[in-house]
């Protein structure tokens, strides 16, 4: 039989886990698409890709803006959050004095885990009014950008580290042999050598920022438009969700389903393009 | 439990009114305006007033904060100042009543309205907001009680037809005065005696 | 900027040593010490791994370090071109002196010394990109701007291993799909590209298969002459091969020593030493 060796069973037993986590994935899939199915057939793809504006209460159900405002927000985050968290790592473990080494990283860690309310409301009491007194109100896309970087960038960090701390001493020394001062082994060989985990970390970064719910709404504004600037009002899809499920009914509730299911996509898109670039890379 | 009336689309379910909730209009402590009219409110909910010094205040940025769409909130707010979703000119959109006493109390120049009971707590409670009265009515727990406040919505159990019932029991106890000590707690006001 | 011994690249930019075809032994080398080591320290830690260790290297040859294993021969190659400096817990004391300059000197500028005298590893170890970045950036970073040169420099460091009729048309491919004969060959590639005078080589071929083995061997064979290399290696057959000169080292009272030096041919023919006598014919070791 096949489960006779222990090995046989193990991997069978894993299979059944790997099916089980796809699977629930899957029906949440199957579920979010059900839910939006009544406003896609009411609506149509091309109200919400058409219409002028979001009231869904009142037939109107334009999605661009805020699937814009997604993608404005956590490629803002990234753009932030990507270098500022490569170079922390960078500091910590080629720079930093050692007793600095171990409290930086407790400060990483405790950042990294802190609950996105608590920097949201930190967001919404100390950066928006000091935003505000360049250009009032201070509920901004950039206040967003900036409250998600500061959560993003721990898991770049993270990442990053143990990316670097994984390149081979041998590098290190290789580089060493050829004359390179430790500044250009860092820059030309060792950042190189991690650029798939430091690229993975990213991504993940990428992903979280994407999904980020309350510290954005707190601090964005959510005024449902096409941002224009940096102190523009924005909504994103994730804030709309949370912002309109818990009194929404009818159309105006599937139409949010169709929110989730474009964050869904949006994301999967994300992930696809990021994967490519990190597989493009690694060939080289 | 919903904070509102029953919708005309929602009659596969029967709603039982407990209490009432009155909406209020905040403002930061630090705003000295005495009072607005309705017109004047209306004017800045819609964008037509944009400084504070154009209603009686000190000169400084208005900042609208309305509810998110759904809200009964929202739909009370509009009703009662007969305007469409459409004609709010908002700065800042806030989900639940927390949201907006914080949004509105980290910002000077920002308007808003939440549930009176909630606003009372919060500014007894010390933070930065004060609430303003409407039609020469203050906006207090005690008004919204006996009625005098214009501004109010109803908080209502829902239950589904078929267990009608069961739970008659449960609807008598909940509409019971044994229950107005904890609606009060909430800072609601009771509908039945 | 530092004038110490090693910032003149003028003497480095020629293509190293050329001292003519070498035919065998020693006698066609230069009788000249181009590195002298006179009584050599190494601690790890504390730890003594050489002890009062003193040679010359001679010019254009091929010099090889033998001995058991913990004697000290990576210890005492990494001292040369101060690899040891990368090691936190490591001393070295005594004198080490290349082209008659003190490489302890506090002017010392260490790139320049480590361009000069290029290193190869026991393990191939080609950095995780293309083949042709591998060759390219240490050139960028010595400075060299042009990058026709760079590209001309490249295919001249391949021919030199024999690896560019094999990757000529993988330049772009990763430097780790190369097998491990490639990598190591690609290794030794990088190191002469900077165009050294003296190669350290620890245990280049111990890690590759027979094959691989015996092409990189023939290889450092024909570097004699024109690069002064110095090789550690625990293969006798090849020492005997390649070398013009040995050196036999030790573990002596717990720290590795040099027990006996001299031409590759009375080394293994007629050994002065009883231990060097065991060694060499298997007794011992
Ligand atoms: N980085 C280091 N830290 C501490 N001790 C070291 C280090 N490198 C070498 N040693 C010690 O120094 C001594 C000499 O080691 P070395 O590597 O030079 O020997 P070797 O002759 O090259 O041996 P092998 O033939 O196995 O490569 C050994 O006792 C070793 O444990
Ligand atoms: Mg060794």
């Given at each position: 039989?096949?489960?006779?060796?222990?090995?046989?069973?193990?991997?069978?037993g894993?299979?059944?886990?790997?099916?089980?986590?796809?699977?629930i994935?899957l029906?949440?899939?199957?579920?979010?698409?059900g839910?939006?199915?009544?406003a896609?057939?009411?609506?149509?793809?091309r109200?919400?890709?058409?219409?002028?504006?979001?009231?869904?209460?009142?037939?109107s159900?334009?999605l661009?803006?805020?699937l814009?405002?997604?993608?404005?927000?956590?490629?803002?985050?990234?753009?932030?959050?990507?270098?500022v968290?490569?170079?922390?790592?960078?500091?910590?473990?080629?720079y930093?004095?050692?007793?600095?080494?171990?409290?930086?990283r407790?400060?990483?860690?405790?950042?990294a885990?802190?609950?996105s309310?608590?920097?949201?409301?930190?967001g919404?009491?100390?950066?928006?009014?000091?935003?505000a007194r360049?250009?009032?109100?201070g509920?901004?896309?950039?206040?967003?950008i900036?409250?998600?970087?500061?959560?993003v960038?721990?898991?770049?960090?993270?990442?990053s580290?143990?990316?670097l701390e994984?390149?081979?001493?041998?590098?290190?020394?290789?580089?060493?042999?050829?004359?390179?001062s430790?500044?250009?082994?860092?820059?030309?060989?060792v950042?190189?050598a991690?650029?798939g985990?430091?690229?993975?970390?990213i991504l993940?970064?990428?992903?979280?920022?994407?999904?980020?719910?309350?510290a954005?709404?707190?601090?964005t504004?959510n005024?449902?438009q096409?941002p224009?600037?940096?102190?523009s009002?924005v909504?994103?899809?994730?804030?709309?969700?949370?912002?309109?499920?818990?009194?929404?009914t009818?159309?105006?509730?599937?139409a949010?389903?169709?929110?989730g299911?474009?964050?869904?996509?949006?994301?999967l898109?994300?992930?696809?393009?990021?994967?490519?670039?990190?597989?493009?890379?690694?060939?080289? | 439990?919903i904070?509102?009336?029953?919708?005309?689309?929602?009659?596969?379910?029967?709603?039982?009114?407990?209490?009432?909730?009155?909406?209020?209009?905040?403002?930061?402590?630090q705003?000295?305006?005495?009072?607005?009219?309705?017109?004047?409110?209306?004017?800045?909910?819609?964008g037509k007033?944009?400084?504070w010094?154009?209603?009686?205040?000190?000169?400084?940025?208005i900042?609208?904060?309305?509810?998110?769409?759904?809200?009964?909130?929202l739909?009370?707010?509009?009703?009662?100042?007969?305007l469409g979703?459409?004609?709010i000119?908002?700065?800042?959109?806030?989900?639940?009543?927390q949201?907006?006493?914080?949004?509105v109390?980290?910002n000077?120049g920002?308007?808003?309205?939440?549930?009176?009971g909630?606003?009372?707590?919060?500014?007894?409670?010390g933070?930065?907001?004060?609430?303003?009265?409407?039609?020469g009515?203050?906006?207090?727990?005690?008004?919204v009680?006996?009625?005098?406040?214009?501004?109010?919505?109803?908080?209502?159990?829902v239950?589904?037809?078929a267990?009608?019932?069961?739970?008659?029991?449960?609807?008598?106890?909940a509409?019971?005065?044994?229950?107005?000590d904890t609606?009060?707690?909430?800072?609601?006001?009771?509908?039945?005696? | 900027?530092?004038?110490?011994?090693y910032?003149?690249?003028?003497?480095a930019?020629?293509?190293?040593y050329?001292?003519?075809?070498?035919?065998?032994?020693?006698?066609?080398c230069?009788?000249?010490?181009?590195?002298?080591?006179?009584?050599l320290?190494?601690?790890?830690?504390?730890?003594?791994?050489?002890?009062?260790?003193s040679?010359?290297?001679?010019?254009?040859?091929?010099?090889?370090?033998?001995?058991?294993?913990?004697?000290?021969?990576s210890?005492?190659?990494?001292?040369?071109?101060?690899?040891?400096d990368?090691?936190?817990?490591c001393?070295v004391?005594?004198?080490?002196?290349?082209?008659?300059?003190?490489?302890?000197?506090?002017?010392?500028?260490?790139?320049?010394?480590?361009r000069k005298?290029?290193?190869?590893f026991?393990?191939?170890?080609p950095?995780?990109?293309?083949?042709?970045?591998n060759?390219?950036?240490p050139?960028?970073?010595?400075?060299?701007?042009?990058?026709y040169e760079?590209?001309?420099?490249i295919?001249t460091?391949?021919?030199?291993?024999g690896?560019?009729?094999?990757?000529?048309?993988?330049?772009?491919?990763?430097?780790l799909?190369l097998?491990?004969?490639?990598?190591?060959?690609?290794?030794?590639?990088?190191?002469?590209?900077l165009?050294?005078?003296?190669?350290?080589?620890?245990?280049?071929?111990?890690?590759?298969?027979?094959?691989s083995?015996a092409t990189?061997?023939?290889?450092?064979?024909?570097?004699?002459?024109r690069?002064?290399v110095?090789?550690?290696?625990?293969?006798?057959?090849?020492?005997?091969?390649?070398?013009?000169?040995?050196?036999?080292?030790?573990?002596?009272?717990?720290?590795?020593a040099?027990?006996?030096y001299?031409?590759?041919?009375?080394?293994?023919?007629?050994?002065?030493?009883?231990?060097?006598?065991?060694?060499?014919?298997?007794?011992?070791?």
């Amino acid at each position: 039989m096949f489960l006779r060796t222990p090995d046989s069973r193990f991997a069978f037993g894993l299979g059944i886990g790997a099916v089980c986590v796809s699977s629930i994935l899957l029906l949440i899939f199957l579920f979010v698409t059900g839910e939006a199915l009544p406003a896609l057939k009411n609506v149509g793809l091309r109200g919400f890709l058409f219409d002028d504006a979001w009231y869904p209460t009142d037939e109107s159900f334009g999605l661009v803006p805020m699937l814009v405002s997604s993608f404005v927000l956590s490629v803002g985050a990234i753009l932030l959050a990507g270098p500022v968290g490569v170079a922390a790592a960078v500091y910590r473990l080629y720079y930093a004095p050692s007793w600095i080494r171990k409290p930086y990283r407790w400060l990483v860690l405790l950042l990294a885990g802190m609950p996105s309310v608590v920097l949201g409301l930190w967001g919404l009491v100390v950066l928006v009014p000091l935003i505000a007194r360049i250009e009032p109100p201070g509920t901004s896309l950039i206040a967003g950008i900036l409250v998600v970087s500061l959560m993003v960038a721990p898991t770049v960090t993270i990442m990053s580290e143990s990316a670097l701390e994984g390149v081979a001493r041998s590098s290190w020394s290789g580089a060493a042999a050829l004359g390179l001062s430790r500044e250009s082994t860092l820059w030309n060989v060792v950042l190189p050598a991690a650029r798939g985990g430091i690229a993975a970390g990213i991504l993940l970064a990428a992903a979280r920022a994407i999904g980020e719910t309350m510290a954005v709404l707190m601090v964005t504004g959510n005024i449902v438009q096409m941002p224009d600037g940096p102190f523009s009002a924005v909504r994103v899809l994730t804030s709309n969700i949370a912002l309109e499920m818990a009194y929404a009914t009818g159309d105006h509730r599937a139409a949010l389903f169709v929110s989730g299911l474009a964050l869904t996509i949006l994301v999967l898109l994300l992930s696809l393009t990021a994967a490519r670039i990190a597989g493009l890379k690694n060939n080289v | 439990m919903i904070s509102r009336s029953l919708s005309e689309d929602e009659n596969d379910l029967i709603g039982f009114e407990l209490a009432r909730d009155g909406v209020g209009l905040i403002l930061h402590l630090q705003n000295e305006v005495p009072a607005l009219s309705r017109r004047q409110i209306v004017d800045i909910f819609t964008g037509k007033v944009t400084d504070w010094e154009d209603v009686g205040g000190r000169p400084g940025r208005i900042t609208v904060v309305n509810k998110a769409e759904g809200r009964s909130t929202l739909e009370l707010f509009l009703a009662y100042f007969d305007l469409g979703v459409r004609d709010i000119a908002a700065h800042v959109v806030i989900g639940d009543n927390q949201q907006g006493i914080k949004t509105v109390a980290a910002n000077p120049g920002a308007i808003g309205y939440v549930s009176i009971g909630t606003a009372e707590f919060e500014s007894g409670a010390g933070t930065p907001i004060r609430l303003l009265g409407l039609e020469g009515v203050e906006a207090t727990v005690e008004n919204v009680k006996d009625g005098t406040y214009p501004l109010a919505r109803p908080l209502t159990l829902v239950i589904r037809p078929a267990e009608k019932v069961r739970l008659r029991g449960f609807i008598e106890f909940a509409r019971s005065p044994e229950m107005h000590d904890t609606i009060l707690e909430q800072f609601f006001v009771p509908s039945h005696p | 900027m530092k004038t110490g011994p090693y910032t003149d690249k003028n003497d480095a930019s020629g293509s190293g040593y050329t001292l003519g075809p070498v035919v065998s032994g020693p006698e066609c080398c230069t009788p000249e010490a181009v590195i002298a080591v006179r009584g050599l320290d190494v601690a790890y830690d504390g730890v003594a791994a050489l002890k009062d260790v003193s040679l010359d290297i001679y010019k254009g040859c091929v010099t090889a370090l033998i001995g058991p294993s913990g004697c000290g021969k990576s210890t005492f190659l990494s001292s040369l071109n101060r690899l040891t400096d990368m090691s936190g817990g490591c001393r070295v004391s005594g004198s080490i002196t290349v082209d008659g300059w003190n490489i302890h000197a506090p002017e010392v500028n260490l790139q320049e010394l480590r361009r000069k005298v290029g290193m190869i590893f026991q393990r191939p170890n080609p950095f995780p990109f293309s083949v042709r970045r591998n060759l390219d950036m240490p050139l960028r970073e010595h400075g060299i701007s042009n990058r026709y040169e760079r590209e001309e420099r490249i295919e001249t460091a391949l021919i030199d291993v024999g690896l560019w009729d094999e990757v000529r048309d993988r330049l772009d491919a990763s430097a780790l799909s190369l097998s491990g004969g490639q990598q190591q060959r690609l290794c030794i590639a990088r190191a002469l590209i900077l165009k050294p005078s003296i190669l350290l080589m620890d245990e280049p071929c111990s890690a590759l298969d027979p094959l691989s083995s015996a092409t990189v061997e023939s290889m450092v064979g024909s570097l004699r002459g024109r690069y002064t290399v110095v090789v550690a290696t625990h293969n006798l057959a090849q020492a005997r091969r390649i070398a013009n000169y040995a050196a036999f080292f030790w573990v002596k009272d717990r720290a590795g020593a040099l027990i006996e030096y001299d031409t590759c041919g009375r080394l293994f023919e007629t050994p002065k030493h009883k231990l060097t006598a065991a060694y060499v014919t298997g007794i011992a070791g």
